[in-house]
């Protein structure tokens, strides 16, 4: 093996490295990183080494990721491909010992930085596995990733394997590519909760569930009770509006503005014939014009969620959804019932937990509502999060009781 670039990094990246961040952000000091170098070795201010780093010169934005703190790094490099496979040995039997992941066909067998693989999300799909990579560095391993995933659960295909390279970046947004056949398109359906969504692999960007949320699905069914009527503003391709039927919401109205989705929730609806599909409504229109629509209609909820897309565009203007929500409120509120609930979420890292929580609260002061915090939602479950790295921590919700 050749030797690994020793590189000084900036003094702001070995505060965060030393403080547990996994990451190398793009700067004067990573940009000059040896472009050929698969790995390079952090150096502090007095040229001490700090980490071992998965180089990516590629990344916009992220240009390194910690692989190991442990010395020597020379020594830990010569055995990356035993460690990918015990660290992905150790993510699966996390998972294969998690109770909760038993009412549920989807999950996450890993997810990422916490469980210390930089980067690698695998998603597994009933009988498939979608193995996604937020970092092109993974690309050269792939078939080590399979091989040790198919040793785990022989169960899974080889034609049932799909690969993403996904991330912030428009250059890499690529569609789930199936391991044997690149111009396979798949439908199928899986089981969460004892729903049945169907879920598509190969023909669009996201395949029609959000994992990540599933344990958060099933934190609220203690607030939702039969009888109630739910509101479901981007709603998707409906999760959250069938697990609300499913526990005996009996007015239920999904808003979303893309056809695609609300066609795919309908679908999602027929699949459940326990369901009755006369207890729901769908409203293909912008949000704004949907409460707009239901206020003039004296139209009033139990529950309203609201999940909103970290930014969003009306093809004038892109608004992010922290401030989009303060005109939110007030038309929510005026749509919630005495007593009723709020479920308030954010998708992004960019603002904290805190920093939400004032941000809402200032927005219910100026407004002038009333308004109780019940309860924080995060990643839980098969979703682990990582202490002082706040990026693997973008999703987080507030539940809120009007008084």
């Given at each position: 093996?050749?030797?690994?670039?020793?590189c000084l990094?900036?003094?702001?990246?070995?505060?965060?490295l030393r403080?547990?961040?996994?990451w190398?952000?793009s700067?004067n000091?990573?940009?000059?990183?040896?472009?050929?170098?698969?790995?390079?070795?952090?150096?502090?201010?007095?040229?001490?080494?700090?980490?071992l780093?998965?180089?990516?010169p590629?990344?916009?934005?992220?240009k390194a990721?910690?692989?190991?703190?442990?010395?020597?790094?020379?020594?830990e490099?010569?055995?990356?491909t035993?460690?990918?496979?015990?660290?992905l040995?150790?993510?699966?039997?996390?998972?294969?010992q998690?109770?909760?992941?038993?009412?549920?066909e989807?999950y996450?067998?890993?997810f990422g930085?916490a469980?210390q693989?930089?980067?690698?999300?695998i998603?597994?799909l009933?009988?498939?596995?979608?193995?996604?990579?937020?970092?092109?560095f993974?690309n050269?391993?792939?078939?080590i990733?399979?091989?040790?995933?198919?040793?785990v659960?022989?169960?899974?295909r080889?034609?049932n394997v799909?690969?993403?390279?996904?991330?912030?970046?428009?250059e890499?947004?690529?569609?789930?590519?199936?391991s044997?056949?690149?111009?396979?398109?798949?439908?199928?359906?899986?089981?969460?909760?004892?729903?049945?969504?169907?879920?598509?692999?190969?023909?669009?960007?996201?395949h029609?569930?959000?994992t990540?949320?599933?344990?958060i699905r099933?934190?609220?069914?203690k607030?939702?009770?039969?009888?109630?009527s739910?509101?479901?503003?981007?709603?998707?391709?409906?999760?959250?509006s069938?697990?609300?039927?499913?526990?005996?919401?009996t007015?239920v109205?999904?808003?979303?503005?893309s056809?695609?989705?609300?066609?795919?929730?309908?679908?999602?609806i027929?699949?459940?014939?326990d369901?009755?599909?006369?207890?729901h409504?769908?409203?293909t229109?912008?949000?704004?014009?949907a409460?707009?629509?239901?206020?003039?209609?004296n139209?009033?909820?139990?529950?309203?969620?609201?999940?909103?897309?970290?930014?969003?565009?009306?093809g004038?203007?892109?608004?992010?959804?922290?401030?989009?929500?303060?005109?939110?409120?007030?038309?929510?509120n005026?749509?919630l019932?005495?007593?009723?609930?709020?479920?308030?979420?954010l998708?992004?890292?960019?603002?904290?937990q805190?920093k939400f929580?004032r941000?809402?609260?200032?927005?219910?002061?100026?407004?002038?509502?009333?308004?109780k915090?019940?309860?924080r939602?995060q990643l839980a479950?098969?979703c682990?999060?990582?202490k002082?790295?706040?990026e693997?921590s973008?999703?987080?919700?507030?539940?809120?009781?009007?008084q």
């Open positions: 093996m050749n030797k690994i670039p020793e990094i900036h003094p702001v990246s070995i505060k965060l403080q547990g961040h996994p190398i952000t700067d000091f990573s940009n000059r990183f040896p472009r050929q170098s698969e790995f390079v070795i952090a150096m502090d201010e007095r040229k001490r080494p700090l980490a780093l998965m180089h990516d590629y990344h916009k934005n992220v990721r910690v692989w190991s703190t442990k010395f020597p790094f020379d020594r490099a010569q055995h990356f035993a460690s990918i496979q015990g660290r040995d150790l993510a699966f039997e996390k998972r294969i998690q109770k909760e992941l038993k009412e549920r989807n996450y067998l890993v930085e469980d693989l930089p980067g690698l999300f998603q597994r009933k009988d498939r596995v979608l193995i996604q990579f937020y970092t092109g993974w050269r391993y792939k078939s990733i399979q091989t040790t995933l198919q040793e659960f022989p169960e899974i080889d034609e799909w690969f993403q390279l996904r991330g912030e970046t428009k890499l947004q690529k569609l789930p590519i199936n044997q056949d690149q111009n396979r398109r798949d439908e199928f359906h899986l089981s969460e909760f004892g729903i049945q969504y169907l879920i598509r692999l190969g023909s669009s960007y996201d029609g569930l959000y990540d949320m599933s344990s099933h934190h609220l069914s607030f939702i009770n039969p009888g109630m739910v509101l479901n503003l981007y709603s998707y391709t409906g999760a959250f069938l697990w609300s039927m499913k526990l005996g919401a007015n109205v999904s808003v979303d503005l056809p695609k989705y609300i066609e795919w929730l309908q679908q999602n027929a699949l459940n014939p369901l009755n599909h006369t207890e409504e769908a409203m229109k912008s949000v704004d014009d409460l707009d629509e239901l206020m003039a209609n139209k009033s909820f139990d529950f309203i969620i609201c999940d909103p897309p970290s930014s969003s565009s009306d004038e203007k892109r608004t992010s959804a922290i401030k989009a929500y303060k005109d939110l409120l007030e038309k929510m005026k749509l019932k005495p007593s009723g609930k709020l479920v308030i979420f998708n992004t890292h960019q603002v904290g805190e929580d941000i809402l609260k200032d927005y219910l002061t100026e407004l002038k509502l009333n308004y915090m019940i309860t939602l479950q098969d682990p999060t990582l002082g790295f706040p693997g973008y999703l987080k919700g507030i539940v809120l009781e009007k």
